[in-house]
């Protein structure tokens, strides 16, 4: 028996891929930033902080009373300011903010100064309604420009802003709004999605019958569909017509309550994140310009997160708007009307930065390279990943076809709690390898460690911490301070434990390996999902997997994979590919890993924010009822799973 160990650490990667010497020369980040962060962390957090504009400087970096931190203690700033105003007033006003897709194919362009003008109008509007700083306002809405303006005028006038994703119902929208006791709902009639309106009012309607706070709802019209408006109910188009496009901003404290985030939760009650005000902007800001190696000038940025994620917030409101960065915007789906919309769409504003999730890229690998293959995409120069582990085979095809083998990728890790990106490699310094996220940033303090909280150190695996609180780290959940404590602070001594499991490889690289909670135990080897399915996806008949474990007699868990195969690849009936995916995986990372039970399907059940639900494949595996899948995006995938299961059955 071997010595027990946090995780097993099975897969091996050898290819890296250097930065080329063109990138290195004009690159934003370079080596002496980490020379800077490893002198004096929080006179390096200080630097990022004065990149900023500030009303009054603060008189103390840090005050660290574990776990509360307070960032730039008696600074005052607005981050609306700080996104809006300074570029207008330095002469940056006529550059574009968003170039606004609409999924019809309607367009509109937003310069900075479109954009004060909008944020201030808006601002005006909700101090009209009442809305002060301190109050909570509620944001329901597509991916649409309003959005931003949204955030942007609440942050404004010091009010938190709650963005609820779209596709959330009316139940969850009630329980945010009410655990916030948000004053005012801003949503839409409907917005556009794979071809057809959707309707967003009539799910308020119903959640503000149980919401007592809400004295208005603010409705932006974007279909123009019916909509019934109530007493509380006010168009967005006729309120702010009739305001001023003149809005002072008022500067507040750093620790000004920014926004509340919930994260999704799939059985607890969600939790809400909030952010403060300098902190997580000067992270924000710092991450966005060095690991997108951001040119505000020239890049043309695009971010395909929603803004009801967190994604939505740091990578497309706040740190690309404080950094002055252009943006695409676009409204819907990737395959409406066609499977190529998305590279229409870079050949078309000529993007120049792309950041997208491993679950769209897997899709795009599903589809086959055809469409990617049908347009320009040589305007791309840098291209990123976030939300799980981006599998090795799902990397170099991102960087094969998507970016031409010429465009760095980072891999970026970090949580809605965490603000910003914690772990990444940097363009111009790291030697990337396909599925590594690589290494801390500058400033951050990382380690993995096993049960004892002993550093695995190089070839071991176990738990991702920190050891170190960062400027955009939440600062709570809402309400519940104790809750906040023993969820991120009590598993280890001292130390933030972000829930994930990860490995370091020989040379000290970082490599993801998702939930801990997911973590397979078979005959006492602790094995990840991750890597079981980087392995199948490995194998050129796979797009995406997703593995858990099922109770089984003899080895405590077992293996059960379920697999979707790539464009073209045909499941023909019998045992063939099964038994080759299986013995695949056995010679990849060891038969130990291989799986009892391997499952073709069509779809995986996933969250709105593209995460595989492995909880409820479990359930299907273990023969059981599928627990609630309410966060769900499709709930019709379960039941074709479930019919999909008997048939491939494959024991051996
Ligand atoms: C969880 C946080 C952070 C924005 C989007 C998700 C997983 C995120 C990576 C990555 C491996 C990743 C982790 C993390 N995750 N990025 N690059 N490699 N895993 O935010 O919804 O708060 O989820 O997403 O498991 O804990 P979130």
Redesign the pocket.
């Known amino acids: 028996m071997s010595e027990e160990v946090a995780l097993e650490n099975l897969s091996y990667e050898d290819r890296a891929f250097a930065p080329s010497p063109e990138f290195v020369a004009q690159a934003n980040a370079t080596p002496a930033l980490f020379e800077a962060a490893e002198k004096d962390r929080l006179q390096f957090w200080a630097d990022q902080a004065a990149e900023l504009h500030w009303d009054q400087k603060w008189n103390q970096v840090l005050d660290w009373q574990i776990p509360f931190a307070k960032w730039f203690i008696g600074g005052k700033l607005n981050a609306a300011y700080n996104c809006l105003d300074r570029h207008v007033n330095e002469g940056r006003g006529d550059r574009v903010a968003f170039y606004f897709e609409g999924e019809p194919g309607d367009t509109k362009v937003y310069t900075y100064k479109d954009m004060l003008r909008e944020v201030s109008k808006a601002a005006n509007a909700l101090t009209e309604l009442g809305i002060k700083s301190g109050d909570r306002v509620a944001i329901y809405l597509p991916m649409i420009p309003e959005a931003a303006i949204a955030m942007l005028a609440c942050a404004r006038i010091g009010a938190a802003h709650s963005v609820v994703f779209g596709g959330f119902s009316a139940d969850s929208l009630s329980a945010r709004i009410n655990d916030a006791t948000a004053k005012l709902v801003i949503t839409s009639d409907g917005g556009f999605r794979r071809g057809a309106p959707f309707a967003l009012k009539p799910a308020v309607d119903e959640a503000v019958k149980t919401t007592p706070s809400v004295e208005n709802v603010l409705v932006v019209k974007r279909t123009g569909q019916e909509s019934t408006m109530g007493a509380k109910d006010i168009w967005w188009h006729e309120l702010i017509e009739k305001q001023s496009d003149q809005h002072t901003a008022e500067f507040f404290d750093s620790e000004h309550v920014l926004f509340i985030l919930y994260?999704?939760g799939t059985t607890a009650k969600p939790k809400g994140i909030f952010h403060t005000t300098g902190g997580y902007l000067t992270q924000a800001a710092f991450t966005h310009k060095m690991v997108f190696d951001l040119k505000p000038a020239k890049d043309v940025y695009w971010c395909t997160?929603d803004i009801g994620?967190?994604?939505g917030h740091?990578y497309v409101v706040y740190g690309p708007m404080a950094n002055g960065a252009t943006q695409v915007m676009y409204e819907g789906t990737p395959d409406t009307p066609t499977k190529s919309r998305i590279f229409e769409i870079i050949e078309k504003y000529k993007v120049s930065i792309l950041y997208t999730?491993?679950t769209l890229i897997r899709t795009w690998m599903k589809w086959g390279a055809e469409f990617p293959n049908s347009c320009d995409l040589t305007s791309l120069r840098l291209l990123g990943?976030?939300?799980?582990?981006?599998n090795p085979e799902a990397w170099m095809w991102y960087r094969e076809v998507i970016g031409g083998n010429r465009c760095p990728i980072v891999?970026?890790?970090?949580?809605?709690?965490?603000g910003a990106?914690l772990?990444?490699p940097l363009p111009g310094i790291t030697a990337t390898k396909p599925g590594s996220?690589m290494g801390t940033l500058p400033g951050i303090v990382g380690k993995v460690i096993d049960d004892e909280e002993r550093e695995v150190g190089n070839g071991g695996a176990g738990y991702l911490v920190l050891t170190q609180p960062w400027p955009s780290m939440l600062r709570g959940i809402w309400g519940e301070p104790e809750r906040y404590a023993e969820t991120y602070w009590s598993r280890f001594a001292e130390k933030y434990f972000?829930?994930?499991g990860a490995k370091l490889d020989k040379d000290g690289a970082i490599w993801?390996l998702?939930?801990v909670d997911d973590v397979m135990n078979v005959s006492g080897h602790r094995i990840s999902t991750?890597e079981v399915e980087s392995a199948l996806v490995s194998h050129p008949a796979v797009a995406e997997s997703a593995v858990v474990g099922a109770k089984d007699e003899m080895t405590g868990q077992a293996i059960v994979a379920f697999v979707i195969l790539r464009g073209g690849v045909e499941h023909h009936e019998g045992e063939a590919l099964v038994k080759e995916l299986r013995d695949h995986v056995a010679k990849e990372i060891g038969p130990i890993a291989k799986p009892r039970q391997i499952v073709v399907v069509n779809e995986l059940p996933k969250t709105r924010?593209g995460?595989i639900m492995r909880r409820l494949l479990r359930d299907v595996a273990e023969n059981r009822a599928v627990g609630d899948s309410t966060t769900l995006a499709d709930p019709n995938v379960m039941k074709l799973i479930q019919s999909g299961l008997s048939a491939g059955k494959s024991e051996d």
Request: no cysteine.
């Open positions: 994260t999704s997160a994620w967190i994604t740091s999730a491993p990943s976030v939300g799980e582990p981006i891999d970026t890790w970090w949580q809605t709690e965490t990106i772990i990444s996220a972000a829930g994930d993801l998702g939930r991750t924010s995460k």
